[in-house]
């Protein structure tokens, strides 16, 4: 049995859609300013961190070790280490799975796990005929070979490729992450109604949850020109059936139902945990808020990716004895809403818990009012790299604030796999 990894603090920034323009904010502007307010609350000073560990599924050129360039900007001088991991959607749960092998090794005592990423600044690309058109003109030496490349160019060759969508695209499969949401729509049988009923209600709860007071977790951002971002932006609080029945499908434009109204925001933020070992605790008198219990980690079929927390989740539950309704709270990830729902129909379906899952037959349902309590990222935003972050803080904050004792948080990841982790309150 591991020793306990214990969660002292978190804060994240708010998440910011992307409006189809680079966002006010780099990647590692929002690492470093919920960082940086994360760790003046603490009672250590940030250079006695062992390390920092940030993911990030899309680093612009200039942050390439994103975790590095976060650490020395938060002040943790130049002999904390920092270094960046990335597993597309968990690149942040990784950051955390990462610290955590860390402290049971022995190797770190008190880490800094994190993810961000800032999708609205995903680069524009040149096309490969364009690069190719490029190379061959920087190889010409005479006029003469000047001329007949220009006699070789096309226009057509400066039609950009657009980054995000490469990134969004598996390489195996060659679909989008919306067609694979698309596939489990279609093998469950989710109707279009049952999409968007879902994204309406994940916009009610977060509007609820912010009326509330529940996202205390934030850290406002301020840009150069004084303005304050105090919450996250992509809430539509006139979300309604109607409206999103305007929506066209846009991942299978003839047969789909997948829509941007029931699927997560291109978004950008970052979200920070500290963890620390017993040792670590006792040493600089924390008090911890939390602790993580288990993690897992599951691969399948890349076309079937969303399917992910099934198979991560559920091993979690085997080794300790739980049903889907003995956690107090899940948080799962909403990548789309015919994801969380396929997730959903999977553990209520008997052939795929028996074939798939090794199960005598079906788990059952969750209890809605156990899931995803405060909405999710069709509502509030998905940045790729801080999402399991985000969910596994909100999900310790949502339990120590309904007096829950322990949930699971769980992601789908592109490339067919999952990842969960249990965690408890102190």
């Known amino acids: 049995m591991n020793p306990p990894i214990y969660i002292i603090d978190g804060a994240r920034t708010p998440f910011l859609k992307a409006r189809n323009a680079p966002g006010p904010f780099a990647a590692g502007d929002l690492a470093t300013a919920a960082g940086s307010a994360l760790l003046a609350r603490q009672r250590f ?5 062992d390390e920092v560990i940030l993911g990030c599924a899309s680093p612009s050129p200039d942050e390439v070790n994103i975790g590095r360039v976060a650490a020395l900007r ?5 002999k904390v280490q920092g270094w960046t991991v990335m597993r597309n959607c968990a690149s942040g749960m990784q950051a955390i799975d990462s610290a955590m092998a860390n ?3 022995g190797r770190s005592q008190l880490v800094l796990a994190g993810g961000v990423d800032a999708l609205s600044r995903a680069p524009l690309l040149l096309s490969d005929p364009m690069v190719r058109w490029f190379a061959g003109w920087m190889g010409a030496r005479s006029l003469g070979q000047r001329l007949a490349m220009l006699k070789k160019f096309r226009f057509g060759y400066l039609a950009p490729v657009i980054g995000i969508m490469k990134g969004l695209t598996d390489p195996i499969v060659g679909q989008l992450m919306g067609q694979t949401a698309e596939n489990l729509a279609w093998r469950f049988g989710i109707s279009r109604a049952a999409m968007d009923a879902y994204a309406v209600d994940s916009h009610r709860r977060v509007a609820a949850a912010q009326d509330a ?10 840009d150069r020109d004084g303005t304050v971002y105090a919450s996250d932006d992509g809430l539509r609080r006139d979300a309604s059936m109607a409206g999103l029945a305007k929506l066209k499908p846009f991942f299978d434009k003839k047969y789909g139902r997948v829509t941007p109204g029931n699927s997560s925001q291109i978004t950008d933020g970052a979200a920070w945990l500290v963890l620390a070992s017993e040792a670590a605790v006792q040493q600089h008198g924390l008090t911890p808020i939390g602790r993580i219990v288990d993690s897992q980690w599951a691969a399948l079929e890349p076309e079937l990716m969303g399917l992910g927390p099934v198979h991560a989740a559920t091993p979690i539950l085997q080794r300790h ?10 948080e799962l990830n909403e990548a789309f809403a015919a994801q969380v729902l396929g997730c959903l129909h ?4 008997d ?3 028996r074939e798939r899952l090794g199960l005598p037959g079906a788990l059952g349902e969750i209890d809605p009012a156990r899931l995803n309590v405060d909405g999710g990222a069709v509502a509030l935003g998905h940045p790729v790299g801080a999402s399991g972050v985000r969910i596994v803080l909100h999900l310790l904050q949502a339990l120590r604030r309904t007096g829950g004792k322990r949930g699971i948080a769980t992601i789908c990841i592109g490339g067919g796999l999952g ?5 408890e309150t102190l």
């Open 103 to 105: 402290i049971h090794s």
């Open 419 to 423: 990842g969960a982790m249990l965690v």
């Open 74 to 78: 938060m002040g943790c001088g130049t």
């Open 213 to 222: 007071g529940h996202f205390g977790e934030i850290v406002p951002l301020i």
């Open 346 to 349: 999977a553990w209520q379906d």
């Open 351 to 353: 052939a795929y818990c």
């Open 321 to 330: 004895g739980l049903g889907l309704n003995d956690l107090d709270l899940w």
């Open 45 to 49: 000073a940030p250079e006695q961190l």
